[in-house]
């Protein structure tokens, strides 16, 4: 059984290929700090989200949805750090809600694995990252 979000990427075979997936597709690279504390190419993300009518696939949208997820986490967990009230931003919230709803109405057969996946991986990246730097 998974303790952590690390185990549970880690041991989940569709995550690993979801990861291998993005980092084939350079929406990720390999971490400075550890190996899979991988970076999120946030402006390839965002520019994929502003041309999603017309060049919208399957793995462009996991990938904004592992984008806005692991903003949501660092947000939240920057919060936490400073004692203030552990929430994402307004703006994370909005993308984060835009990105649901258009996966649902673009991939109606695929949007709860797609919203889990960018949920899992996202938190996972954020994770591995605060992990790989001593917190």
């Known amino acids: 059984m998974p ?3 690390a185990d549970l990427v880690r041991q989940d075979p569709d995550l690993q290929a ?3 997936a993005l980092l084939d597709e350079q929406y990720l690279a390999t971490g400075i700090f550890h ?3 991988f970076l999120v190419d946030l402006e390839k993300i965002k520019g994929k989200w502003k041309k999603r009518k ?3 696939t399957r ?3 996991l990938a904004v949805g592992v984008g806005i997820y692991n903003q949501w986490f660092a947000e939240v967990f920057a919060c936490v750090a400073t004692g203030e009230d552990p ?3 307004k703006q994370t919230l909005n993308w984060l809600s835009d990105w649901e709803k258009f996966v649902e109405e673009n991939y109606p057969n695929e949007s709860e694995e797609l919203q889990e996946a960018g949920r899992k991986i996202g938190q996972y990246l954020e994770f591995m990252n605060r ?3 001593g917190f």
């Open 131 to 133: 992990k790989s730097q």
């Open 54 to 56: 017309k060049d919208s």
């Open 87 to 89: 929430r994402p931003s």
């Open 18 to 20: 979801e990861l291998k």
């Open 35 to 37: 190996p899979e504390a």
């Open 3 to 5: 303790e952590t979000i």
């Open 59 to 61: 793995n462009s949208m």
